[in-house]
């Protein structure tokens, strides 16, 4: 306890108060460990932390969804290559359903389904509306560059070894149906049904209807172009064959027998002498009547 020795009443109350001030701060010498801590303890709790506060912040809160794995977009097919398309030089036009192609040197083409008036066959005639579907074949074929289209149904080659084949140009599609459709062939099934026989049959059908090409002006395909000559009749011969008498006209047999005009079919020109006697009135033709 510090002693005040001679102070001022004012002085002596400052210092009491501070003494008061510091035993009531302080724990008490006669306090034991546990008895602090208990204080301590009991201090806290009566006291919010801010530690406290912000763990029930922290709870009042929306649960944050739970992150996902990222996802990859399915994987896309990849876009097929486009077939690359082979065509081959039209070299030669032999007629409307014949044509010859730069393939392996040269290939001869028979194309199928189509049947066009003939012009270069070397055992039949030119037939009616030949020379104009070869000249419209030309006009659509020479110089191109085409496409071939082969038919299971039909094999690879006839029975000339011809390639056979649909033929495709670049700005008119299908050929043989676009000369079925003008009128310049008339669809053709050799054996078997072909891929395209009712689309061909269709074409036909309308260009008839519509008296195109060979359907107006021939009747169809295989007419001749010109009508072939007829050879003339043979002279009349006389009915007894053998060889002829000088001086008749038709033949007449020689002299003897003697013939009368019943054994011969007149009249007769007689130039010379009359040894049968038809002239019987010297005007020089017998057999008259």
């Known amino acids: 306890m510090i002693k005040i020795q001679r102070a ?24 034991s460990p546990a008895d602090a801590a208990r204080a301590d303890t009991k201090a806290k709790a009566s006291s919010p932390s ?6 029930k912040r922290k709870d009042d809160r929306e649960p944050e969804p739970e992150l996902q794995p990222k996802q990859r977009p399915p994987a896309q097919p990849r876009p097929r290559e486009p077939r690359r398309v082979v065509r081959y030089l039209v070299t030669e036009v032999v007629d409307g359903d014949t044509v010859k192609v730069a393939k392996a040197g040269e290939t001869t083409i028979r194309i199928i389904g189509v049947d066009t ?16 579907a070869s000249k419209t074949a030309a006009a659509l074929l020479t110089g191109k ?11 690879r080659l006839d029975v000339y070894d011809r390639t056979l084949a649909y033929v495709t140009v670049p700005g008119l599609g299908d050929f043989g149906l676009a000369m079925v459709r003008r009128g310049h062939a008339a669809e053709y099934t050799y054996d078997t049904a072909y891929a395209r026989q009712s689309q061909y049959l269709q074409a036909e059908s309308r260009a008839q209807s519509l008296d195109k090409g060979v359907w107006d002006r021939c009747g169809g395909v295989g007419t001749p172009l010109v009508a072939p000559r007829t050879a003339p009749a043979p ?25 009368n005009c019943d054994d011969v079919d007149g009249p007769i020109t007689i130039t010379g002498d009359d040894p049968h006697g038809f002239d019987a009135d010297g005007d020089g033709t017998g057999c008259e009547s």
């Open 50 to 55: 801010k530690t406290g506060k912000a763990d």
């Open 117 to 132: 008036p003939e012009t270069v066959h070397p055992f039949e005639p030119v037939e009616c509306g030949g020379p104009q």
């Open 145 to 155: 560059r085409v496409r071939l289209v082969y038919d299971p149904s039909q094999g």
């Open 8 to 31: 001022g009443p004012a002085l002596a109350m400052v210092v009491a108060l501070a003494m008061s001030g510091c035993e009531s701060s302080e724990p008490s010498v006669t306090d």
């Open 235 to 259: 002279a009349p011969q006389p009915k007894n064959s053998g060889s002829c008498a000088p001086g008749y006209s038709p033949c007449v047999p020689p002299y003897p027998p003697d013939l």
